[in-house]
């Protein structure tokens, strides 16, 4: 599975992850990052940001290889600057953020389209959000919001009232649409079946890219279908309880202490490259 480091590609997740506390990547890790890229080693990121908002970690990391974006709903390549792969929302997800918005009058919300992101209910957290991503957001009803493309749908609200709104989507039972968390005060509607670790799967099937061995990393609820998909599924000590549980390896470092670069350092090690 390690035989050649030149077939292996590490996707990391970013906040809580390759990020550290103060949303910045490490040296450790960029020092790490170039080492394993220098020995032929493929690097990536799975993420929940958008095109345009993760557009300046891409430069900063130099990233060759496509990311997985919208937590799954799309593979992006900035070298060629061409979508790969989507997989959006049913034209009800509209009717089902309207619904929601009825019962959790607190909550902010936005979709998010290839284009640029659309806020539909403005609050603290999701002027938090677009503070934190660095996007500048239209706003609009929901009604007026273009149709199609519609990748996610993110609902921002304090930490307490999360529970509340997951407990709401259970009783309404909705079996066309699914739902994570992915972070305190973040919850998404996404295409049904879609996360990052289907996005892993098709990402298989692109061009060039059989054959590889996929490691990843990450540490909440949005990335354990990822780390369960991958070859070798990692986490770093910061992860929550049930994301440990579904890793293969569980790093000694948080993501304030470098702990994409111990992996990397596992996997050259794995690779015979020590």
Known sequence: MFEEISKVILLSDMDGTLLDSKKNIGEADREAIRRFTALGGKFSVATGRTIQSFRQYA???????????????????????KLLFTSPLPESARETAREILAEMPEAG?????PEGTYIFRDNDYEQLHTKICGIVPEYADLDDIPSGNWLKVLFAMSPENIPLIELLVRKKGYDTVDFVRSAEIFFEMMPPGVSKGSALTQYRSLEGMEGYTFV??????????????????????NAEASVKKAADLVLTRTNDEGAVAELIDRIITLCGKS
């Open 59 to 81: 430069d900063i990391l130099e990233l060759k290889s496509p990311v997985i974006m919208y937590n799954g709903a799309a593979i992006y390549d900035y070298t060629s600057e």
């Open 109 to 113: 919300g936005e979709v998010l389209r």
């Open 216 to 237: 990843s990393v990450g540490d909440f609820d949005n990335d354990t279908e990822m780390i369960k998909a991958a070859d070798l599924g990692a986490c770093p000590a």
